[in-house]
């Protein structure tokens, strides 16, 4: 908490060293400035199958202000961006446990110290920033979205990072990236937490990094062909390498998307040695496993679309002794894997996993706006303690976005999920969200 305060602190002299300078330089701060004001509304229940435990849900309602400023003129300029936001619970079963972030994977609210549910909470993420030609430097909040880090927004409020980062499209078709993470403020969560990886989250012995490097780089080598090379290293955890090649294919009917991944992971600092182990620096693994990390993980999608129409099928495979390595505080996570289901991610060690999925745009057909998405996965020889060693899970979605009238920009979202096996929990799960948005100006 105290480092991300000491990061807004930051952001903010940067906005006074850019208020500093004369009211010429400062017109296009102003002028380029947008303010958006947005509403979500958002209910989930779920229904464990195999377990003796009363159907959860929760409803609430949330308000988002995203104010960015442009960047005062001159050769380096500066800016400020804030968003501000707050949640209120209008309904939802209050949940035994303690208020921590561990014990409240589903929640979307902080809990009280009885174990109920919040009335609202929220949060502001203040971020500064500096432009310079073609590069980029902010600090503050981010909400990154790279094959190494992906921010969570399954809930009411999304998951927050704060730290640095630098971008650059100095050369054409190539966008470089590099920085540092130190906290996260969970989506359940109005504070700032250290990060952590699954295995090594929660208990006793729980253990936390306000380290997190990431770097790297995304070549458009054809308009048709991306290629991609990611570093993260979360200290004292794992460090990883990522590879990716993403290409389209225009047939002579319709077209086909070729969706190639890899990710080495290994071990890092205290996670590397058994003393550092025994302190609590573990990953999560194969049953019997010593905690280090040890992951392989690669993955191929194809997916060919015609008139609307889209089809895909993919396979997953994760090898070495470790689950597949990445910032897990407990509380949900988005993960850069075609795997990465609305329930289950399929990255436990030694799984392979097959994917299929239908979506198709009613656009197609003279209803714009309209959307829907069904996919299913299905993994198995999972290495860890479990009698079948296998899962599968089944989502489904449907996206309505009113595209005229008074009611022009409201979005209408429903997602269905299903998912068994591994001696887990068997869960349905449903989500209904209404979401507007009202540019200020």
């Known amino acids: 908490m105290h480092k991300t305060l000491l990061a807004q602190g930051a952001a903010l002299s940067a906005l006074g060293a850019a208020l500093a300078v004369p009211s010429v330089a400062q017109a296009e701060f102003i002028k380029d400035s947008k303010a958006t004001l947005s509403l979500k509304?958002?209910?989930?229940?779920?229904?464990?199958?195999?377990?003796?435990?009363?159907?959860?849900?929760?409803?609430?309602?949330?308000?988002?202000?995203d104010y960015k400023s442009g960047f005062t003129e001159g050769?380096?300029?500066?800016?400020?961006?804030?968003?501000?936001?707050?949640?209120?619970?209008?309904?939802?079963?209050?949940?035994?446990?303690?208020?921590?972030?561990?014990?409240?994977?589903?929640?979307?609210?902080?809990?009280?110290?009885n174990g109920k549910g919040k009335t609202d909470f929220g949060r502001v993420g203040v971020t500064g920033k500096l432009r310079f030609s073609k590069t980029e430097a902010r600090l503050g909040t981010l909400l990154p979205k790279m094959p190494v880090l992906?921010?969570?927004?399954?809930?009411?409020?999304?998951?927050?990072?704060?730290?640095?980062?630098?971008?650059?499209?100095?050369?054409?078709?190539?966008?470089?990236?590099?920085?540092?993470?130190?906290h996260s403020t969970e989506r359940n969560s109005g504070d700032s937490h250290g990060l952590s990886i699954g295995g090594a989250n929660s208990g006793s012995r729980a253990q936390f990094s306000n380290e997190f490097y990431f770097a790297g780089a995304d070549y458009k080598a054809t308009k048709d062909l991306l290629l991609q090379y990611y570093y993260g290293n979360l200290r004292d955890f794992y460090k990883q390498h990522f590879f990716g090649l993403v290409h389209d294919w225009k047939l002579p009917v319709g077209s086909l998307k070729t969706d190639l991944r890899y990710f080495y992971s290994d071990s890092d600092g205290k996670n590397e040695s058994a003393s550092g182990r025994a302190e609590g620096y573990v990953s999560s693994g194969a049953d019997g496993s010593s905690g280090e990390v040890d992951n392989n993980l690669w993955s191929a999608m194809f997916t060919y679309s015609l008139a609307g129409h889209a089809l895909s099928l993919g396979y997953q495979k994760v090898s070495g002794d470790s689950d597949f390595p990445h910032i897990n505080l407990g509380s949900g996570r988005t993960l850069h894997l075609i795997t990465n289901g609305q329930i289950g991610k399929f990255a436990s060690a030694g799984e392979n996993t097959w994917v299929a999925g239908y979506a198709y745009d009613f656009a197609a057909i003279g209803v714009p706006g309209l959307k829907t998405k069904l996919i299913y996965f299905s993994g198995d020889d999972i290495d860890a303690a479990g009698s079948d060693n296998k899962e599968w899970e089944r989502n489904f979605r449907i996206d309505y976005a009113v595209q005229s009238g008074p009611l022009k920009g409201v979005g209408f979202a429903w997602l269905n999920a299903a998912t068994r096996g591994n001696d887990g929990r068997d869960l349905d799960e449903n989500r209904l969200m209404l979401t507007y948005s009202l540019p200020l100006f």
């Not at 209120?88 to 929640?107: C, N």
């Not at 399954?154 to 590099?178: K, V």
Request: aromatic share 10%.
């Open 41 to 65: 509304n958002f209910y989930i229940n779920q229904d464990v199958r195999n377990q003796d435990a009363p159907r959860s849900e929760e409803w609430g309602q949330a308000f988002f202000l």
């Open 75 to 113: 050769p380096v300029g500066f800016g400020l961006d804030v968003l501000a936001m707050h949640a209120i619970r209008l309904d939802g079963g209050g949940r035994s446990g303690k208020a921590d972030i561990e014990r409240t994977p589903g929640g979307m609210f902080p809990l009280e110290s």
């Open 150 to 182: 992906v921010y969570n927004d399954g809930r009411l409020l999304p998951q927050l990072f704060h730290g640095a980062q630098i971008t650059s499209n100095e050369i054409d078709n190539l966008s470089l990236t590099a920085g540092k993470i130190e």
